[in-house]
């Protein structure tokens, strides 16, 4: 269960990255920062792909494993080859790249939903939740990773740094909403049990809002007032912080949404 959802957070923070990098104008960031995450990201993936291998004992004759391992497999060989057409500055044929790696994440993170007739969510609910979680998660990290670009690469302009994070508030209120709905359809189901609505789900909740949900949103409009001074070095120490809250939040809402119709 505990790798499982490992993989599964990041196969969405894959998602997440690769479609935040591919947002970014390639005339205002230097080629170096997608070519040394993408490397990140082939590494992230290949972890994925063995684990999901071990987790699975291999793709025979379990269509979902299959599709799987193949698509976490094409994500990391597209991270690799994408790292060297960014070498050569290709930007065009860089940024399809990084779109090809995106589609495979998400091809990992939804096959059990489409071809398992298992999942407690339908096909499109598990789309939302996987598209918005990768969003919220690959934003963050993105705009945590520019800013310590901007260590490297001091003239570089504030506009794409700033793109992430009107990006992000977009995105983090757009999750609140789906949470919102969550937390009151399977709060509903659970009060009409009999053992009633769980101590410990409520704090679960609370811990999923305010780590991965308030505090990000607050921090995020921090990191927009210091790059108002601008101080990149201090808006990247705000995005850390960010980052962690975050991840904590997301794992958070995975393991709260297993069982249920609708994310959290």
Request: net charge positive; aromatic share 10%; proline share 4%.
């Amino acid at each position: 269960m505990i790798w499982q959802t490992l993989v599964e957070f990041l196969c969405h923070l894959t998602f997440g990255v690769a479609a935040s990098m591919a947002s970014l104008p390639a005339r205002w960031v230097t080629s170096g920062f997608f070519r040394v995450h993408l490397w990140v990201l082939m590494g992230v993936q290949t972890f994925a792909a063995l684990a999901l291998w071990s987790l699975s004992g291999g793709p025979s004759g379990n269509s979902v494993a299959t599709w799987q391992i193949s698509a976490a497999i094409v994500a990391a060989v597209v991270s690799y080859v994408g790292a060297v057409i960014w070498m050569y500055e290709a930007s065009t044929a860089g940024k399809a790249s990084l779109l090809i790696v995106a589609a495979a994440a998400l091809v990992t993170c939804l096959a059990p939903a489409f071809l398992s007739n298992s999942a407690s969510m339908s096909p499109a609910v598990r789309t939302l939740q996987v598209i918005t979680s990768g969003a919220v998660s690959g934003l963050v990290t993105t705009a945590m990773l520019l800013g310590h670009w901007y260590l490297n690469t001091p003239t570089m302009r504030l506009d794409p740094l700033k793109r992430l994070l009107v990006l992000l508030i977009v995105a983090i209120a757009v999750r609140m909403m789906i949470s919102g709905i969550g937390a009151v359809i399977e709060g509903n189901r659970l009060s009409a049990t009999a053992e009633g609505i769980p101590t410990a789900w409520m704090l679960f909740v609370g811990l999923r809002w305010t780590a991965g949900l308030i505090l990000p949103l607050v921090l995020t409009y921090l990191t927009w007032q210091t790059l108002k001074i601008p101080n990149t070095q201090s808006a990247t120490g705000i995005l850390y912080a960010g980052v962690i809250l975050v991840f904590i939040g997301e794992l958070c809402a995975q393991m709260l949404s297993v069982a249920a119709s609708f994310p959290l």
